[in-house]
């Protein structure tokens, strides 16, 4: 599929861990094999998929691949609104509000350039809203088994990425803070403290277990147990190329990274994810003292995206290279976008006036980033090579291999605003506006919409299978509109009674 090379190079992994199969990477490892430097956990997932396609004799692998994405996108892409709906429903919304979060989530967020280039983002958001769940499942009820699958999720964040740690940990603490924001009961330190440790006595183990997948997914491809994949990468690095920078690939300045995570017009969360300022409003309104999980589940993200913004200031892709926005900030900033965006739904009063306001603005957010999905993220690393100069340009050519146009020295002004949102907006609109001549002749012609791989060469079985399981993820979007339309019979929040005189309730 367009633009997801980096899901078929961990595609090739997972062949390679069960048929030894070269996997193609740049990376010296043991044997003399080349590697990639990505970590284990969405080529777990892979195994199975690609096992099953190679007994049906599907041999070659661009064809493996194209099959399992198709498969997966709408299963993994439909959980993440399932799990996202179900978190606003622990956070004691009704269930139209918790609706009608989960379809802004969707709209007004970076979610739908996540949904349409398959990257592992909504699989790692999948997992965060998972363990959100459970822990509060594991909170209302005493079931282990809740707190088993909570934590089950959170090992496997951990396997995706290590620095996942940062948002990973402090959901850990949500049902301990939601009781000490809840000034309506007073707390029982003695029996919170029994709590808290029985938590850690299970999380331990399973984030354990994580961690030596982990390691020993780097002592198996590179003969080590120390580091993380980006200390391979970086020797790798500094033996092929003498034009890096010292401490590559932690050289930014911290300053740098840590203003153009937040604020740079290419990059910037405030541009991109623009419902993470509402936290701002969230703490100076009053009406938000009475809903202690709303509070918590606001300032565990808001904690979580803090510390990831910090935790890649220094690194040399803090940006997240080619996509739409900060994709390396994108799950704690969907953690955080999704329950404020219920409770600015469930904030509106009965005014007509504000509530056309609010959907004016909703639609105008919704065109922005559904219009990401349509600009091709390689001019983001073009705007990157301008940037950081030539011997960058050089080094990150050989390094990717993208074959990129770098040498194009008409690549002027419209380059360097090229993945601003207002120019994303602007060259939507010249797509309806201008004849397609016209349009062609000033623009570039790549587009990132639902591309795949040729899949003629499959049967029509496995053709139909792809089709059906795509429209059970069209599916769950038709219940999620209804529901948002029709609105549906109330139901207490599972495992204690919802405060109906909570204003996130009322409305």
């Given at each position: 599929?367009?633009?997801?090379?980096?899901?078929?190079?961990?595609?090739?992994?997972?062949?390679?861990?069960?048929?030894?199969?070269?996997?193609?990477?740049?990376?010296?490892?043991?044997?003399?094999?080349?590697?990639?430097?990505?970590?284990?956990?969405?080529?777990?997932?892979?195994?199975?998929?690609?096992?099953?396609?190679?007994?049906?004799?599907?041999?070659?692998?661009?064809?493996?691949?194209?099959?399992?994405?198709?498969?997966?996108?709408?299963?993994?892409?439909?959980?993440?609104?399932?799990?996202?709906?179900?978190?606003?429903?622990?956070?004691?919304?009704?269930?139209?509000?918790?609706?009608?979060?989960?379809?802004?989530?969707?709209?007004?967020?970076?979610?739908?350039?996540?949904?349409?280039?398959?990257?592992?983002?909504?699989?790692?958001?999948?997992?965060?809203?998972?363990?959100?769940?459970?822990?509060?499942?594991?909170?209302?009820?005493?079931?282990?088994?809740?707190?088993?699958?909570?934590?089950?999720?959170?090992?496997?964040?951990?396997?995706?990425?290590?620095?996942?740690?940062?948002?990973?940990?402090?959901?850990?603490?949500?049902?301990?803070?939601?009781?000490?924001?809840?000034?309506?009961?007073?707390?029982?330190?003695?029996?919170?403290?029994g709590r808290l440790w029985g938590?850690?006595?299970?999380?331990?183990?399973?984030?354990?277990?994580?961690?030596?997948?982990?390691?020993?997914?780097?002592?198996?491809?590179?003969?080590?147990?120390?580091?993380?994949?980006?200390?391979?990468?970086?020797?790798?690095?500094?033996?092929?190329?003498?034009?890096?920078?010292?401490?590559?690939?932690?050289?930014?300045?911290?300053?740098?990274?840590?203003?153009?995570?937040?604020?740079?017009?290419?990059?910037?969360?405030?541009?991109?994810?623009?419902?993470?300022?509402?936290?701002?409003?969230?703490?100076?309104?009053?009406?938000?003292?009475?809903?202690?999980?709303?509070?918590?589940?606001?300032?565990?993200?808001?904690?979580?995206?803090?510390?990831?913004?910090?935790?890649?200031?220094?690194?040399?892709?803090?940006?997240?290279?080619?996509?739409?926005?900060?994709?390396?900030?994108?799950?704690?900033?969907?953690?955080?976008?999704?329950?404020?965006?219920?409770?600015?739904?469930?904030?509106?009063?009965?005014?007509?006036?504000?509530?056309?306001l609010l959907g004016v603005a909703?639609?105008?957010?919704?065109?922005?980033?559904?219009?990401?999905?349509?600009?091709?993220?390689?001019?983001?690393?073009?705007?990157?090579?301008q940037k950081r100069g030539a011997?960058?340009?050089?080094?990150?050519?050989?390094?990717?291999?993208?074959?990129?146009?770098?040498?194009?020295?008409?690549?002027?002004?419209?380059?360097?605003?090229?993945?601003?949102?207002?120019?994303?907006?602007?060259?939507?609109?010249?797509?309806?506006?201008?004849?397609?001549?016209?349009?062609?002749?000033?623009?570039?012609?790549?587009?990132?919409?639902?591309?795949?791989?040729?899949?003629?060469?499959?049967?029509?079985?496995?053709?139909?299978?792809?089709?059906?399981?795509?429209?059970?993820?069209?599916?769950?979007?038709?219940?999620?509109?209804?529901?948002?339309?029709?609105?549906?019979?109330?139901?207490?929040?599972?495992?204690?009674?919802?405060?109906?005189?909570?204003?996130?309730?009322?409305?």
């Amino acid at each position: 599929m367009l633009m997801v090379s980096d899901n078929f190079k961990r595609f090739r992994n997972a062949s390679w861990i069960c048929t030894g199969a070269d996997p193609g990477g740049p990376l010296p490892g043991v044997g003399g094999v080349g590697h990639h430097w990505y970590g284990i956990g969405q080529s777990l997932v892979f195994i199975p998929f690609d096992r099953c396609l190679a007994a049906l004799g599907i041999n070659d692998v661009g064809t493996r691949f194209s099959i399992t994405v198709l498969v997966l996108a709408p299963v993994i892409n439909g959980l993440v609104l399932f799990l996202s709906w179900h978190t606003l429903r622990m956070l004691d919304f009704k269930p139209r509000v918790c609706t009608w979060g989960t379809l802004l989530l969707m709209t007004c967020t970076t979610l739908p350039w996540h949904f349409q280039n398959n990257q592992e983002n909504p699989m790692m958001l999948a997992s965060a809203l998972a363990a959100v769940i459970g822990l509060f499942r594991w909170f209302d009820t005493g079931s282990w088994i809740w707190l088993n699958i909570a934590c089950a999720a959170q090992a496997f964040s951990l396997c995706i990425r290590v620095p996942n740690l940062a948002y990973i940990l402090p959901i850990f603490g949500l049902p301990l803070l939601s009781r000490i924001l809840d000034r309506t009961v007073r707390v029982d330190w003695k029996e919170e403290l029994g709590r808290l440790w029985g938590m850690m006595l299970v999380a331990v183990p399973w984030m354990g277990l994580g961690l030596l997948l982990d390691r020993l997914w780097q002592w198996v491809r590179f003969g080590t147990w120390k580091g993380t994949y980006f200390t391979v990468f970086a020797e790798w690095a500094f033996t092929n190329f003498d034009i890096l920078p010292p401490g590559f690939p932690f050289s930014v300045n911290f300053n740098e990274g840590l203003r153009g995570q937040l604020f740079s017009p290419g990059k910037g969360v405030v541009f991109y994810e623009p419902f993470v300022l509402l936290a701002v409003a969230f703490w100076f309104l009053p009406r938000t003292k009475t809903n202690p999980r709303l509070k918590a589940m606001i300032l565990v993200a808001t904690v979580a995206l803090i510390g990831s913004i910090a935790g890649l200031a220094r690194s040399n892709y803090w940006d997240g290279d080619p996509s739409w926005g900060p994709r390396l900030l994108a799950s704690p900033a969907h953690l955080l976008e999704l329950p404020l965006a219920a409770w600015l739904v469930a904030s509106v009063t009965g005014s007509i006036p504000l509530r056309r306001l609010l959907g004016v603005a909703a639609a105008s957010l919704m065109t922005l980033q559904i219009s990401g999905v349509w600009w091709p993220a390689y001019h983001e690393v073009v705007i990157a090579v301008q940037k950081r100069g030539a011997k960058y340009a050089e080094f990150t050519t050989s390094l990717y291999q993208r074959g990129l146009p770098w040498s194009d020295s008409s690549q002027t002004q419209e380059w360097r605003i090229a993945n601003r949102p207002l120019q994303v907006a602007i060259d939507l609109g010249n797509q309806f506006t201008q004849p397609r001549d016209v349009w062609l002749a000033q623009t570039p012609t790549a587009r990132m919409i639902w591309g795949t791989l040729p899949l003629t060469n499959v049967s029509p079985f496995v053709r139909w299978t792809i089709r059906l399981i795509w429209f059970s993820g069209i599916a769950v979007l038709v219940w999620l509109t209804r529901q948002a339309i029709v609105g549906s019979r109330e139901q207490p929040t599972q495992g204690r009674q919802a405060d109906e005189s909570s204003p996130t309730l009322r409305h």
